[in-house]
């Protein structure tokens, strides 16, 4: 009996401890594979994650596809995997096609930590670091509801389907939509690709079709950056309000020249530093957190130069 217990103490033991036993000799490196690189979400994460890297002394890679799409991120991966780090941070660019180069990764007993965005298998990730994005997503429709007067059309324009930070920004929106706010008539979402001539080329043909549309919701940076520059070119914008997620330096202007009424601020640089963080425990076999939810904060013009917000914007560079 003793015995027994004895084993279940030890297996409860290596379960808490980043998934194994092992701890390595030699210098601990970590990769961190960003959704794009050189965009400034991405770059803040990677600022976080390089100056804990510092702190803990250990090797920080950092790599990102030119474009947001899985079929350019997934052979970085596999390239990377190759180079053999002890760790690797990565935000998945889809919820599926992910799986099987992070399965390999596991499999040659690299630590995954996931940052901001998730894969739709429970095994990957020792830990999920991200903003509670469902939670922003209602936050986002209740002040796009505010600025439109809880009445009109509203529209959520996208990434892609299957990104697990946008769907589930969409998802808290649309529950807020639904609970309460019935004078707002939901016009559904349209997907960008992340890229923003395509989200300019959204709004313009929504204004032809719908030219009392009323609100915009715009889920991420690259969206919102586009869908901005075609409602100020329309000369919408006593019409069209507008609320973005991020805040990148092309938001902030947009804010200030009130092309945006509000936007949702994340903390990618805490999201990378504490990644980093998770995957050096993993790695040295200590505990690890299974999830870490990072706060999000609203930005608004009024808001916007006070010390606590420009703390949360979002860098170029670092
Ligand atoms: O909104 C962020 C990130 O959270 C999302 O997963 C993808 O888009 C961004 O990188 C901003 O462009």
Do not use: W
């Not at 939901?186 to 997907?191: D, S, W």
């Not at 949702?264 to 993993?282: H, R, T």
């Amino acid at each position: 009996m003793r015995k027994a217990l004895a084993l279940v103490t030890l297996l409860l033991t290596v379960a808490a401890c980043g998934g194994g036993t092992t701890t390595q000799s030699g210098p601990i490196k970590v990769t961190l594979i960003q959704g794009l690189a050189g965009e400034e979400f991405y770059e803040t994460m990677a600022c976080g994650a390089k100056a804990k890297a510092k702190e803990l002394g250990v090797q920080l890679d950092v790599q990102g596809p030119q474009k947001f799409d899985p079929t350019l991120q997934t052979p970085i991966v596999n390239s990377v995997i190759a180079s053999k780090p002890s760790a690797i941070l990565i935000a998945p660019t889809d919820v599926k096609a992910l799986i099987a180069p992070l399965t390999q990764a596991k499999q040659q007993d690299i630590k995954i930590i996931l940052v901001d965005t998730v894969v739709d298998d429970p095994n990957i990730g020792l830990s999920r670091i991200s903003s509670d994005n469902v939670k922003g997503g209602a936050a986002a429709a209740k002040a796009l509801a505010e600025q439109i007067g809880d009445k009109g059309k509203a529209l959520v324009i996208s990434t892609d389907p299957g990104v697990s930070s946008v769907d589930a920004r969409i998802k808290g929106f649309e529950e807020e939509i639904k609970a309460n706010h019935p004078g707002i008539s939901y016009l559904g979402v349209q997907y960008s690709h992340n890229d923003v001539s395509e989200a300019s080329k959204i709004v313009n043909a929504a204004l032809a079709k719908d030219p009392d549309l009323a609100g915009i919701f715009a889920t991420n940076l690259n969206s919102a950056t586009g869908a901005g520059s075609a409602l100020q070119q329309a000369g919408k914008l006593d019409k069209v309000k507008m609320v973005g997620f991020d805040a990148g330096p092309a938001q902030v202007k947009q804010l200030q020249d009130g092309v945006v009424s509000a936007l949702i601020a994340q903390l990618p640089g805490e999201i990378g530093a504490k990644g980093v963080e998770q995957a050096v425990a993993a790695v040295k076999g200590q505990p690890v957190t299974a999830s870490i939810p990072t706060d999000s904060t609203i930005v608004t013009k009024q808001n916007l130069n006070t010390p606590e917000i420009q703390k949360v914007l979002y860098k170029a560079g670092c």
